[in-house]
């Protein structure tokens, strides 16, 4: 079942935690598993995109984007 926006989480930027050390959790649909996806951890680059440490190589997106594009995303 696809999220809808209004429960999509934002949080400002309060300049209180650096943004290359902040952690956010995105929630990834999968139909396959039992609760219906899973949280993705990971952290944002200088670029303002969120990325997995252990896999730096993948392909990076902003958090705008994964808001756009309907995912669940939240600060940590």
Do not use: A, H
């Amino acid at each position: 079942m696809k999220e809808t926006l209004k429960n999509i989480y934002i949080v400002s930027d309060t300049g209180d935690t650096p943004m290359l050390m902040r952690r956010y959790r995105v929630w990834l649909e999968d139909s396959v598993e039992p609760e219906g996806g899973c949280w993705w951890y990971c952290f944002v680059d200088e670029n303002g995109c969120l990325y997995d440490p252990n896999y730096p190589d993948e392909e990076r997106d902003t958090i705008e984007w994964y808001i756009k594009n309907e995912y669940k995303v939240e600060q940590i």
